[in-house]
């Protein structure tokens, strides 16, 4: 048994993700290549939407994979290739994106918004009319109903 474990855990040290980067996409040098790989890492796969186009085997990763190293090799930076991917599909194309003043606004609105719905709610809970009695009706109302329906009998008895 102990072996066993020992073997499965030799197994699991020696098992590592498996990207979908083919050797056919990589650059020679090495530099280049991890850069790519870096800038990728960050990079939403649009078909996949939750995997980066490094990890993503969808035919458009593989398309700005290959365009993410074609603008290293063209001399862009980092910033710049991510920018140009940015221009060009949006934002939603980084899987973390940036913070700018609507992504402030989208990260406030939600807490704000309950926040004032819960006011909304106290308030209108404290502005209710406290019920004195089970039915809910006061004394001076059941004194006042008790005197109209008492007032109905003797009108309905004398008619």
Known sequence: MK??????????CL????????????????GLEQRARDISAGLRCLV???????????????D???????RLVAGDSNAEVEQYLVDRYGEYVLLR???????????????????VGLFGLF?????????????????????VLAELSGAG???TRNG
């Open 97 to 115: 994106p940036r913070l700018n003043y609507h992504t402030v606004i989208l990260w406030i609105a939600a807490p704000t918004l309950l926040a």
């Open 3 to 12: 072996r066993f474990f020992s073997l499965l855990a030799l197994l699991f």
């Open 153 to 155: 009998e003797d009108e």
């Open 48 to 62: 996949c939407q939750n995997q980066s186009i490094d990890d993503s085997e969808a035919d458009l990763a593989r």
């Open 15 to 30: 098992v590592t993700p498996v990207l979908a980067v083919s050797p056919d996409e990589m650059l020679a040098d090495p």
């Open 64 to 70: 700005l994979r290959i365009l993410v190293r074609e």
């Open 123 to 143: 308030w209108a809970i404290r502005r209710a009319p406290a019920r004195t009695s089970e039915d809910g009706l006061s004394d001076d109302e059941k004194r």
